[in-house]
């Protein structure tokens, strides 16, 4: 598990989940530990486990292809039972005095044991995308395919970004024309091949501060051949990864409250619209001193799209409450701590993952640029747009989602393929005719 905030450490599960399936392995789940950023439950603790966040036990059950299982159970079936061994020696190799319960300890000593009886892949996103062959095809030619593109056999220059910005590669289009779009400058492909999957028993992807970190968007790292597959691993995280019924339950509690308070306060809107704001600051701004905005840049940056007197929904990090003053004389303001009642015996874990959801199903949004808060939101509200036919779906942009501060506003006004940074936004290519059959 990621040693950052939680929207860091989901796109790494999510990275996982997919890796694991692709691979035909069985994903184990790291113990329970303190989450960054998290705030202390009822009995001042901030323990978690990705059973706090997601149904594991439904999404086991309904994935004939996936198998899911905690480190203890891992290590009381294979490690204890002597079933590993040294990569270099070959040695049965026990964990350290045979504990097999790690939740909330010191994982250093785990750490090493697992560097000795496992593969570690050096699979550095920011240079390789990740390609799996299309099935009854061979390995080699997907390296052959990345060949010609790099030596522009077809007399098209190496591909940039920008060329498919409003022009998306169809979903089910040509794969050498998929991977043009996905490789973001990288200029070389990364294998997982039979030959890998037959000599390593256990493969370990490390969550360490290095180059093979994955923190971010799946999409952004892994290709495959077959477009259906693509297509199969988009809806896998849009319609298994998803909250578990906790977090939506408060969050859809959260949404009819703000509806019912806004038809209230203003008869006329009879749906209830209210818009939202997701605003980090804190530590954020310390490693992205370019989001650092005044409450006056923020009104500025969102009075246009956002009428005066409208109800807003702001999640934030914030923990001044006079720093909204400017943004108070203009709009009428909710937060989280407007639904004490309804909080009440909630893991507080849990309030920032309803908040996404909040936000996801505002008239507007303006999130911060670089926060993966922020972009997941702009990611359920993709989902969204092609759910219920939103106009801009086909393409792939978002009408009503903006960012701040406004040098990056309409970012997801148009099409844009992944580019770097990865983690800064989500990208059309994770909803955009995500249904295709």
């Given at each position: 598990m990621?040693?950052?905030?939680?929207?860091?450490?989901?796109?790494?599960?999510?990275?996982?989940?997919?890796?694991a399936?692709?691979?035909?392995r069985?994903?184990?789940i790291?113990?329970?530990?303190?989450i960054?950023h998290?705030m202390?439950?009822?009995?001042?603790?901030?323990?978690?486990?990705f059973?706090?966040?997601?149904?594991?036990?439904?999404?086991?059950?309904?994935?004939n292809?996936?198998?899911?299982?905690?480190?203890?159970?891992?290590l009381?079936?294979?490690?204890?039972?002597?079933?590993l061994?040294?990569?270099?020696?070959?040695?049965?190799?026990y964990?350290?005095?045979n504990?097999?319960?790690?939740?909330?300890?010191?994982?250093?000593?785990?750490?090493?044991?697992?560097?000795?009886?496992?593969?570690?892949?050096?699979w550095?996103?920011k240079?390789?995308?990740?390609?799996?062959?299309?099935k009854g095809?061979?390995?080699?030619?997907?390296?052959?395919?990345?060949?010609?593109?790099?030596?522009e056999?077809?007399?098209?220059?190496?591909?940039?970004?920008?060329?498919?910005?409003g022009?998306?590669?169809?979903?089910?289009?040509?794969?050498?024309?998929?991977?043009?779009?996905?490789?973001?400058g990288?200029?070389?492909?990364c294998m997982?091949?039979?030959?890998m999957?037959?000599?390593?028993?256990?493969?370990?992807?490390?969550?360490?501060?290095?180059?093979?970190r994955?923190?971010?968007?799946?999409?952004?790292?892994?290709?495959?051949?077959?477009?259906?597959?693509?297509?199969?691993?988009?809806?896998?995280?849009?319609?298994?990864?998803?909250y578990?019924?906790?977090?939506?339950?408060l969050?859809?509690?959260?949404?009819?409250t703000?509806?019912?308070?806004?038809?209230?306060?203003?008869?006329?809107?009879?749906?209830?619209l209210?818009d939202?704001?997701?605003?980090?600051r804190?530590?954020?701004?310390?490693?992205?001193?370019?989001t650092?905005?005044?409450?006056?840049?923020?009104?500025?940056?969102?009075?246009?799209d956002?009428?005066?007197?409208?109800?807003i929904?702001?999640?934030?990090?914030?923990?001044?409450?006079?720093?909204?003053?400017?943004l108070?004389q203009?709009?009428d303001l909710?937060f989280?701590?407007?639904f004490?009642d309804?909080?009440?015996?909630?893991n507080?874990?849990?309030?920032?993952?309803?908040?996404?959801?909040?936000a996801?199903?505002?008239?507007?949004?303006?999130?911060t640029?670089?926060s993966?808060?922020?972009?997941?939101?702009?990611?359920?509200?993709?989902?969204?747009?092609?759910?219920?036919?939103?106009?801009?779906?086909t393409?792939?942009?978002?009408?009503?989602?903006?960012?701040l501060?406004?040098?990056?506003?309409?970012?997801?006004?148009?099409y844009?393929?992944?580019h770097v940074p990865?983690?800064?936004?989500?990208?059309?290519?994770a909803w955009?005719?995500?249904?295709?059959l």
């Open positions: 990621d040693g950052s905030g939680w929207n860091n450490i989901r796109l790494g599960f999510e990275n996982m989940m997919l890796l399936h692709s691979m035909g069985t994903l184990v790291p113990p329970k530990r303190q960054a998290g202390p439950d009822i009995h001042g603790s901030k323990i978690i486990s059973d706090d966040f997601y149904d594991i036990k439904a999404i086991n059950a309904k994935q292809g996936l198998n899911i299982i905690s480190m203890e159970d891992f009381e079936r294979e490690s204890v039972s002597g079933n061994k040294s990569m270099t020696t070959g040695e049965v190799i964990p350290p005095n504990q097999v319960d790690w939740n909330n300890q010191r994982l250093e000593p785990l750490l090493s044991y697992l560097s000795i009886i496992s593969r570690t892949f050096n550095n996103p240079e390789c995308v990740l390609a799996f062959s299309a095809t061979d390995d080699q030619h997907l390296f052959s395919m990345m060949a010609d593109v790099l030596i056999k077809d007399g098209r220059p190496f591909p940039d970004y920008s060329e498919f910005q022009k998306p590669v169809n979903v089910d289009g040509p794969a050498q024309e998929r991977l043009r779009e996905v490789l973001a990288r200029r070389k492909i997982y091949d039979s030959k999957h037959a000599a390593d028993d256990v493969v370990h992807f490390k969550a360490e501060e290095n180059e093979e994955l923190i971010l968007p799946f999409y952004a790292f892994m290709f495959w051949e077959d477009w259906r597959q693509q297509l199969f691993a988009m809806r896998f995280v849009r319609d298994n990864l998803v578990n019924d906790a977090i939506f339950c969050a859809a509690r959260m949404v009819n703000i509806r019912d308070y806004v038809r209230q306060r203003s008869p006329e809107n009879t749906e209830g209210y939202a704001i997701h605003i980090r804190r530590d954020f701004q310390s490693q992205f001193p370019m650092e905005m005044s409450a006056n840049t923020i009104l500025a940056g969102i009075q246009d956002i009428h005066p007197g409208s109800t929904y702001i999640s934030t990090d914030e923990r001044d409450p006079t720093f909204f003053e400017p108070r203009v709009y909710k989280i701590g407007d004490g309804m909080l009440k015996g909630v507080p874990q849990l309030f920032g993952l309803a908040e996404q959801i909040v996801s199903r505002s008239r507007v949004f303006f999130g640029y670089y993966s808060f922020s972009a997941y939101i702009a990611r359920l509200r993709g989902y969204y747009s092609v759910k219920e036919n939103q106009p801009g779906h393409s792939g942009a978002l009408q009503n989602t903006y960012y501060p406004s040098k990056w506003k309409r970012e997801m006004s148009i844009q393929a992944v990865f983690y800064a936004r989500e990208f059309p290519i955009r005719d995500i249904d295709k």
